[in-house]
């Protein structure tokens, strides 16, 4: 994976970060609803397997997939793994009328580290300004960005490629 390095990391940083990115905080004591084709729940091992059309919310949250796999362990950390053509997620920003929108052939996360990891044919999009790569690794605790270009399929001049598109600031009036 290639790490941005300044100035590039800086563009990509403000590119969510005209203020800081924060999900609803209300979303996580919301209750999840969870709707799927079928589904597997194995609460002794702490696995639910969920496959066809699968729609989770979680207040302004919601993830679509076509399989999605939740392991919570004994500390009650949990990590997801959900696949599609693409995999998709939605989830407003704290204190303000915007969303945060990605989407890739694989998410993953883990609740205890923060990170969100898409793969394949990655984006992440807020307001006008997107960032789309083959993945995107996502710290919701200190809101950095990691975007690798590195796809073996991608073929031409876009091969191993990241892009990049910021809007112009526009002044706030007081």
């Not at 997801?80 to 998410?107: C, H, M, S």
């Not at 969100?116 to 307001?127: D, E, H, M, Q, Y």
Request: net charge positive.
């Amino acid at each position: 994976m290639h790490n941005l390095k300044f100035p590039a990391l800086a563009l990509c940083a403000s590119l969510f970060s005209m203020h800081a990115v924060h999900a609803e905080i209300a979303d996580s004591s919301k209750p999840i609803e969870l709707s799927a084709d079928r589904g597997t729940l194995d609460q002794n091992n702490g696995v639910t397997v969920w496959d066809g059309s699968v729609v989770v919310n979680q207040g302004t949250l919601q993830l679509k997939a076509d399989h999605v796999v939740v392991t919570r362990n004994a500390n009650g950390q949990q990590t997801l793994l959900a696949t599609g053509k693409p995999a998709t997620f939605r989830q407003k920003v704290e204190g303000k009328n915007e969303y945060i929108d990605g989407k890739g052939n694989r998410i993953d996360y883990d609740s205890q580290s923060g990170i969100a990891v898409l793969t394949g044919n990655a984006f992440v999009k807020r307001g006008q300004d997107s960032v789309a790569g083959n993945v995107i690794t996502y710290n919701t605790q200190t809101e950095l960005y990691q975007v690798s270009g590195s796809n073996p399929q991608t073929t031409g001049a876009a091969k191993g490629r990241v892009t990049v598109i910021l809007q112009p600031k526009t002044e706030e009036k007081k």
